[in-house]
Structure formats: structure tokens, C-alpha cells
């Protein structure tokens, strides 16, 4: 069975930073792009960026291009968010996902001094 | 960045009628379309793939057609069970975005 489950979810104040965990298991992480989709309260879902299966390439949303960094370590079969200089805009949930396939279960970040 | 427009915002349908919803990019995108189910509380379920694709386990009242820039999902006989939120989003181009969301409620 295919399992995501995201970590690191927290209140973040204002210009800080927060490092959001995926841990996949269930099939071959190091086969598969994967991408971090984020959801903000009563609102739609934002496509953030994806990361190809040897983390050699990455795209980006324009909303946080230059702000976050999406890698993996494929020998521990983890997808990471980096997330700098945060917004109260990125307040969401933020879901790791299978190309939209399998979706983990999401990370709340509240962004609020 | 291709701009996906869904419509209508939402919808109220009796079980066993007919539910479509739209949406529209601003650029060709081919067949490059997906299709969500969110119920509430939960993540988004792909229903529906690139090439208007089934997803395996997917009941076949669900259904998509379109190509190029205009795109229509449909479930056929609506049941109770598919009460939520319907989001399409496009494949064809970084950024991968979506539409703002069809809400279906099950009078």
C-alpha cells in the first residue's frame, strides 16, 4: 500500500523558515517525480513545484519560486519543502503527492507573528 | 502561465441526475487535463488522468471529454457518496494549475 505522511508542520512567524518532511513508502520512491501541492483554508489547491526521480531538476511555482526548495533522498525514501522567507499568504496545508496520484494526508503551516 | 477557469462554482443535484461541469484554459493544453474528488477533510482523489484516463477503481459514471482548450467532466447518475469538491487542473505546462473548485452537494 502507498503511504505518504508529512512532518513538520508549525506555526512559522513572518521572514522565517520551515523544512517540511514526506516519508513515501509502499512502492519505489526513486522512480516517480514528485510534487507539493498546498491548499489554502475555504480556498482552491496551488500547484508549488515537482522534482524529477534523482532530484537533478526541479520546477516552480511562481508564488514561491526563490523562496522554497524542493529536494528528496532517495535512499530514504523522503521528499523535502524548504521554505524561507514565509508569508502570511503561504498559510495552507501542504500535501506531498505522486504526480497526483497518491497524496499523503498534509502538513498544516500557520505563517503569523 | 495557462489560466484554468471552472464553472460553475457550484452545484446542487438530486441522486440519479446528471452532473457536468467546465473548464476552460487559456492555452492549448491537448488532452493534458486532470480530474480531483475532494471530500471534506480529505486529500484531493485523482479520478481522472491525461487523455480523458480513468483512474484504476474509478466507477465508470465518472467520465471526461475535451481537447485543446475546453473541457467537460461528468458523472453520470450521481450518487449520495459524491458529495464534494471537483477540481480540474492542467499537465500541459509549469505551472500545473488548477481550477477554483465545482462544490456538489447531494440534495
Known amino acids: 500500500e502507498v503511504q505518504l505522511v508529512e512532518s513538520g508542520g508549525s506555526l512559522v512567524q513572518p521572514g522565517g523558515s520551515l523544512k517540511l518532511s514526506c516519508v513515501a513508502s509502499?512502492?519505489?520512491?526513486?522512480?516517480?517525480?514528485m510534487d507539493w501541492v498546498r491548499q489554502t483554508p475555504g480556498k482552491s489547491l496551488e500547484w508549488i513545484g515537482e522534482?524529477?526521480?534523482?532530484?537533478?531538476?526541479?520546477n516552480y511555482a511562481p508564488s514561491i519560486k526563490d523562496r522554497f526548495t524542493i529536494s528528496r533522498d532517495n535512499a530514504k525514501s523522503t521528499l523535502y519543502l524548504q521554505m524561507s522567507n514565509v508569508k502570511s499568504d503561504d498559510t495552507a496545508i501542504y500535501y506531498c503527492?505522486?504526480?497526483?496520484?497518491?497524496w499523503g494526508q498534509g502538513v498544516m503551516v500557520t505563517v503569523s507573528s | 502561465e495557462t489560466t484554468v477557469t471552472q464553472s460553475p462554482a457550484s452545484l446542487s443535484m438530486a441522486v440519479g441526475e446528471k452532473v457536468s461541469i467546465s473548464c476552460k484554459t487559456s492555452?492549448?493544453?491537448?488532452?493534458?487535463m486532470n480530474w480531483y474528488q475532494q471530500k471534506s477533510g480529505e486529500a484531493p482523489k485523482l479520478l481522472i488522468s491525461?487523455?480523458?484516463t480513468l483512474r484504476p477503481g474509478v466507477p465508470s459514471r465518472f467520465s471526461s471529454s475535451g481537447y485543446g482548450t475546453d473541457f467537460v467532466f461528468t458523472i453520470n447518475n450521481v450518487l449520495l457518496g459524491d458529495e464534494g469538491i471537483y477540481y480540474c487542473?492542467?499537465?500541459?505546462?509549469?505551472?500545473?494549475?488548477f481550477g477554483s473548485g465545482t462544490k456538489l452537494e447531494i440534495k
Open positions: 503527492t505522486t504526480e497526483g496520484i497518491d
Open positions: 509502499g512502492f519505489t520512491f526513486s522512480n516517480y517525480w
Open positions: 522534482i524529477n526521480t534523482d532530484g537533478s531538476k526541479t
Open positions: 492555452t492549448d493544453i491537448d488532452d493534458d
Open positions: 491525461e487523455g480523458n
Open positions: 487542473q492542467q499537465s500541459d505546462n509549469v505551472p500545473f494549475t
